[in-house]
């Protein structure tokens, strides 16, 4: 996705890399430790949905932010935790209203033990997340506590939105990356700073971090976006096509229609109705003619380099403001 040599390209996949591993390696074992907290009944069904792994994007961000403040990377540690707790609920949840059976190569929680203890699990690691950052309640931790309460509004807000934008006939770019920011930059934004706040880095320092994780957010979301269309499924995990079937105003489709009379023919009635598979490779075929795909990069490119622009605005610790880069750069070059 983006135009940077292919050496500096694979230093700063390096990089990336190393941080998310080092994140890996040191949340797991707390979020295993948090996961003993919650009722039995519900233990063995989330350790099978944590056991799938991830990228661990969130959690990495959130410590590199501690150390970007000058503080030690453990000191992000709880908040690492708890972000993940609520990407997770959010994963689990999401897979139910999607009806995605598979999930990292692997059955969904819901498939494997119904909806109703789906959803509860997802409900007990949302409060699972609050439980931790709040068990010692210094100002810190509640401010932090307070950021993240507000990013999971906005994140469900942002689902909402994109839940009732497949009733909708079309939905304009505008009103698609504002669901987007809520529906991830949020999230990621909160991951950039609570790091910074758990510090007790001062104001101008967590809104550059926020500034960051939101640019990035969408950025994220806009290559998510390319994946639920044109995205291999024996690397993504899920059917190709996927987000067509289910009538998802991604951002491509947003801008394919934001094209009125000039959408390619067809283009239109494919979007609206179910598809058969030969009509979701005719869509995507016609997506693609039409240049949505490469705009929907071309958004994201713009607004990673937003995002890196946000980390210029204050003082930050050398080396961890190149980790923080090449995260960015990282996530927004995947292809899963």
């Not at 959803?119 to 931790?141: H, S, V, Y």
Request: aromatic share 2%.
């Amino acid at each position: 996705m983006t135009t940077i040599s292919s050496p500096a390209r694979r230093d700063s996949a390096l990089i990336a890399a190393e941080s998310l591993t080092r994140a890996r390696s040191v949340v797991t074992p707390a979020m295993d430790a948090a996961v003993l907290r919650l009722c039995p009944a519900l233990r063995p069904a989330v350790r099978e949905h944590l056991a799938g792994g991830g990228k661990f994007v969130r959690a990495g961000l959130t410590l590199v932010s501690a150390a970007a403040a000058g503080a030690d990377e453990s000191v992000g540690v709880v908040g690492a935790v708890a972000i993940e707790m609520v990407h997770n609920f959010s994963l689990v949840h999401d897979d139910i209203i999607d009806g995605d059976l598979e999930r990292r190569h692997r059955p969904t929680l819901w498939a494997e033990h119904g909806v109703g203890h789906a959803i509860i699990a997802g409900d007990a690691l949302a409060t699972l997340a609050f439980q931790i950052l709040l068990e010692e309640p210094t100002a810190e931790r509640v401010r932090a506590a307070g950021r993240l309460a507000e990013a999971t509004q906005a994140m469900i807000a942002g689902q909402a939105e994109d839940m009732a934008s497949e009733l909708l006939a079309s939905l304009s770019v505008e009103e698609c990356l504002h669901m987007e920011t809520g529906k991830t930059g949020a999230l990621l934004s909160c991951a950039a700073a609570i790091g910074a706040i758990l510090a007790g880095a001062p104001a101008p320092t967590v809104d550059a971090l926020a500034d960051f994780g939101r640019h990035l957010g969408i950025a994220f979301q806009a290559v998510d976006d390319v994946l639920g269309i044109w995205g291999e499924p024996s690397v993504t995990g899920k059917p190709v096509g996927n987000d067509l079937r289910q009538h998802k105003k991604s951002l491509p489709v947003a801008i394919a229609l934001a094209r009125g009379t000039d959408l390619p023919a067809g283009l239109g009635s494919l979007l609206e109705r179910d598809l058969t598979e030969a009509e979701v490779a005719k869509a995507t075929l016609l997506l693609e003619q039409c240049g949505a795909r490469q705009e929907t990069l071309a958004i994201g490119e713009l607004q990673l380099h937003a995002a890196l622009a946000s980390l210029e605005r204050v003082p930050l610790a050398l080396g961890p403001s190149s980790e923080l880069e090449a995260i960015a750069r990282y996530v927004t070059e995947r292809d899963r």
